[in-house]
């Protein structure tokens, strides 16, 4: 298991590189369809016989016939590649914000999966670094730029490698009483941030767990409620004994930043949040509460007082071995632009709202 191997397949599809990612029986030789282009295909697939893979969630939108009710969204789908699918046609197959603008596409003809582990490993991996989850599959002998296997992606992604590397006084709005701990893992270069409030009493402290925002916590978007709490989470463990907020890198709720702005454009053409996570071929939510585990465990925290409206938080945490001896509301006024955000949440995410 090498850490450092699916963060050079990260690397190289971000570059638009291909990789070959090997799962127990065999590998799969896969170029990322977001970054291919006619010159980088041509060299992966001289001869047109690769096939493409999708996730099963994307393959219902497409209207694929074994797909129509896929069990497992996340689930890897192969279709044939047709003559008609070039670079751009691919694109288009993997990216739903362009439905509008190219509704008729296909037919498709799905293909068995070869390699399940390694095929849905792949759409993990996109997911991991800031792509679609779609991927042309060459042959096994097609030319790549990086290797990894199965086990090294899980090793890469292991909350476990989290450790404190810096920690500091840091005196915020919300308290002069405050230190901020730093934690990193050697390949990931996420750097998670818990900020510690107040005096620790040996009492379980008030926590919330705060996933990165950057348009609602840095620009003030109103179409969510992250800003708002972010300041009304440190406010109220402020007035707390003590308390920790952990600020996590795990932005659209794990999916990256490009990928939430895919889906708010998705919601603009009339989705909703849950909707327009699946259409682009996600989970309706891709965090890791482990991680947030790991930080309170390195920080010694076992029980703590939670501040969320989410039930998953709670059972994400309580999984990971995390008592929460009580959950605390944290709900903002809306605002018209993020109504319907907080009804989404309410109607289809449980949130007690
Ligand atoms: N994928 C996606 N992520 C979003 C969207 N809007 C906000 N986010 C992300 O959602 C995360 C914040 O999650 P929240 O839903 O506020 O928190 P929660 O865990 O569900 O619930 P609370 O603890 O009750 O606030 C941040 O990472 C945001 O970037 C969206 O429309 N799509
Ligand atoms: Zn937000």
Redesign the pocket.
């Known amino acids: 298991m090498d850490g450092r191997a699916a963060a050079r397949a990260i690397d190289a599809l971000r570059r638009g590189w291909p990789v070959r990612l090997a799962g127990k029986a065999g590998a799969l030789a896969l170029l990322p369809v977001e970054g291919a282009t006619p010159e980088t295909l041509a060299a992966f697939d001289p001869d047109g016989s690769a096939a493409l893979l999708l996730s099963a969630a994307r393959g219902v939108t497409l209207k694929l016939a074994n797909q129509r009710e896929a069990a497992d969204p996340e689930a890897p789908v192969l279709i044939a590649r047709e003559r008609w699918i070039d670079a751009p046609a691919a694109m288009a197959i993997a990216d739903p914000v362009l439905d509008l603008a190219t509704p008729f596409k296909g037919p498709f003809r799905a293909l068995p999966v070869p390699h399940a582990d390694a095929a849905g490993a792949a759409l993990n991996l996109a997911r991991l670094a800031g792509l679609l989850p779609a991927y042309f599959v060459g042959d096994a002998d097609a030319p790549t730029e990086a290797q990894c296997t199965v086990a090294d992606i899980a090793a890469y992604a292991d909350p476990h490698r989290l450790a404190i590397a810096a920690r500091a006084r840091l005196p915020v709005a919300a308290s002069v009483e405050a230190e901020i701990v730093a934690f990193r893992s050697v390949e990931d270069p996420r750097e998670h941030v818990a900020l510690v409030l107040g005096e620790r009493d040996g009492t379980p402290p008030v926590v919330r767990?705060h996933?990165?925002?950057l348009t609602?916590d840095v620009l003030g978007s109103l179409?969510?409620?992250?800003g708002p709490?972010l300041h009304g989470a440190l406010h109220e463990i402020a007035h707390a004994r003590w308390g920790v907020l952990l600020y996590l890198r795990?932005?659209?709720?794990g999916?990256g930043l490009i990928n939430?702005l895919r889906?708010?454009e998705l919601?603009d053409q009339g989705f909703d949040?849950v909707d327009?996570?699946t259409r682009l071929g996600f989970a309706i939510d891709a965090r890791d509460f482990g991680v947030a585990a790991r930080m309170l465990h390195l920080l010694g925290i076992g029980e703590v007082r939670l501040l969320?409206?989410?039930p998953a938080?709670v059972a994400g945490l309580e999984a990971q071995g995390i008592r929460v001896i009580e959950r605390l509301p944290?709900a903002l006024p809306s605002n018209p632009h993020n109504e319907r955000?907080l009804a989404t949440?309410r109607d289809r995410?449980g949130?007690d709202l």
């Open positions: 767990l996933s990165e925002c609602g179409k969510c409620d992250c709490q795990q932005e659209g709720r999916i939430k889906a708010y919601q949040t327009a996570n969320t409206n989410n938080k944290l955000y949440k995410t949130h």
